[in-house]
């Protein structure tokens, strides 16, 4: 049983670009949501998907985005880059009916200059 | 708005000793509360959890105690071990249109001295 996998590790951007961030679910997890964790902060929530669809957003942005895949493998797209932005981001997964428990992934580490 | 508040980022105990972290909410309508553990370079942990309807729940060395009337819970490792030292996360989990979001607090480093 593979757990959550996140790529890249680190990534280094500029302002106004454009950035997407991988993840790969735990094999029979069918939830994954998107964390965002400041330094000195507890992560945040960003949004969740399920089967496909985006199912729940925190105080978020719409230039921050996502995908889920039918093989429940999913994607943060966050456009116009700001410096605040800078954070590590978590992607995590879960399986219906135990949701409460979330399988974090360990993170890609975003820098913007 | 911090509605999962850890006021304590640092605490320090022996091996052998209870450790206790605290944690304070103020949203009612947190239906879980979870504790995660942090390693450096690793995402968190699931530790423990427990129903918003359950005044406490035990794993092992781990027991976490809920008081709803003070929106207080707390996480309690006996005996701690070095193992143990780690970046602790309160989390409430508020279920809206379907998805869960948890709000977690600040954290708190634990380290457990030999």
């Known amino acids: 049983e593979t757990g959550v996998t996140q790529s890249p590790t680190h990534l280094i951007k500029t302002r106004g670009q454009q950035v997407t961030l991988r993840c790969s679910s735990q094999?029979?997890?069918?939830?994954v949501s998107w964390y965002q964790q400041a330094l000195g902060q507890g992560p945040q929530f960003i949004f969740q998907y399920y089967r496909e669809e985006e199912n729940g957003r925190g105080n978020f942005p719409p230039r921050f985005s996502g995908l889920q895949f039918p093989n429940y493998s999913s994607e943060l797209n966050v456009n116009a880059l700001e410096l605040d932005d800078s954070a590590l981001y978590l992607c995590?997964?879960?399986?219906?009916?135990?949701?409460?428990?979330?399988?974090f992934g360990s993170g890609t580490q975003l820098s913007v200059l | 708005d911090q509605q999962v508040k850890q006021n304590s980022p640092s605490l320090s105990v022996q091996e052998g000793r209870i450790s206790i972290l605290n944690c304070d909410y103020t949203?009612?309508?947190?239906?879980?509360f979870l504790w995660y553990k942090k390693y450096p370079a690793e995402g968190p942990t699931f530790l423990i959890s427990?129903?918003?309807?359950?005044d406490k729940n035990e794993d092992g060395r781990f027991t976490v105690f809920l008081n709803k009337s003070a929106k207080h819970l707390s996480l309690h490792i006996v005996p701690s071990q070095p193992g143990d030292s780690a970046v602790y996360f309160c989390a409430a989990r508020r279920q809206i249109s379907g998805a869960n979001n948890l709000f977690f607090g600040t954290g708190t480093r634990l380290t457990v001295i030999p």
């Open positions: 995590a997964s879960s399986l219906t009916g135990k949701a409460e428990k979330l399988f």
């Open positions: 094999s029979g997890h069918n939830t």
């Open positions: 949203n009612s309508m947190f239906d879980y």
């Open positions: 427990i129903s918003s309807i359950k």
